[in-house]
T-cell receptor
Framework: GENVEQHPSTLSVQEGDSAVIKCTYSDSASNYFPWYKQELGKGPQLIIDIRSNVGEKKDQRIAVTLNKTAKHFSLHITETQPEDSAVYFCAASIIQGAQKLVFGQGTRLTINP | GAVVSQHPSWVICKSGTSVKIECRSLDFQATTMFWYRQFPKQSLMLMATSNEGSKATYEQGVEKDKFLINHASLTLSTLTVTSAHPEDSSFYIC??????????FGAGTRLSVL
């Protein structure tokens, strides 16, 4: 089955700097890769996703890149702000049908003012 | 994005009682919903896949008689923790899948069993 590894487990950056979180997956059949942001005591919020037919997707300060050959994908947050502090999870699945998401271990991102 | 409502957000119960958690998709129909459990500082652990009108599919190691799932309509799935014990205390989160296969999550339910 699919296995998703996420690094780093914790990340601390200065406000205004960029943050990068990386994930690798094992199943070459996976074709959908969402990223979720989870604030303390809340459910995960979908912030961006990418499908395997594109290599990069951007939404304002957030971008995701995908390398299908190497089976890894990354989340990039630019111009970080204190409200970006949260736990971020990557996930992988096959989008057709009721397919399960396999989550990474999570990254606790702290933005220092 | 799509809205998923989960209720209650927090529940305290006595050991041996049952607790029901509701998950509703508010602005879309979801033939498939998922139930997760999350321990502090850990990732989400899938418990079961809930399909409207059929029996839920449980992940290995999850007791189906302990965690009863009902998905009676396209907008509502319920998780009942039966005969709850302190070790069942956790954060339970549901998600609902839209037609392209994207999952949107509820806000979670914190269960504390005394």
């Amino acid at each position: 089955g699919e296995n998703v590894e996420q690094h780093p487990s914790t990340l601390s950056v200065q406000e205004g700097d960029s943050a990068v979180i990386k994930c690798t997956y094992s199943d070459s059949a996976s074709n959908y890769f969402p990223w979720y942001k989870q604030e303390l005591g809340k459910g995960p919020q979908l912030i961006i996703d990418i499908r395997s037919n594109v290599g990069e997707k951007k939404d304002q300060r957030i971008a995701v890149t995908l390398n299908k050959t190497a089976k890894h994908f990354s989340l990039h947050i630019t111009e970080t702000q204190p409200e970006d502090s949260a736990v971020y999870f990557c996930a992988a699945s096959i989008i057709q049908g009721a397919q399960k998401l396999v989550f990474g271990q999570g990254t606790r991102l702290t933005i220092n003012p | 994005g799509a809205v998923v409502s989960q209720h209650p957000s927090w529940v305290i119960c006595k050991s041996g009682t049952s607790v029901k958690i509701e998950c509703r998709s508010l602005d879309f129909q979801a033939t498939t919903m998922f139930w997760y459990r999350q321990f502090p500082k850990q990732s989400l652990m899938l418990m079961a896949t809930s399909n409207e009108g059929s029996k839920a599919t449980y992940e290995q190691g999850v007791e189906k008689d302990k965690f009863l799932i009902n998905h009676a309509s396209l907008t509502l799935s319920t998780l009942t923790v039966t005969s709850a014990h302190p070790e069942d205390s956790s954060f339970y989160i549901c998600s609902a899948q839209t037609s392209p296969g994207i999952q949107y999550f509820g806000a979670g339910t914190r269960l504390s069993v005394l």
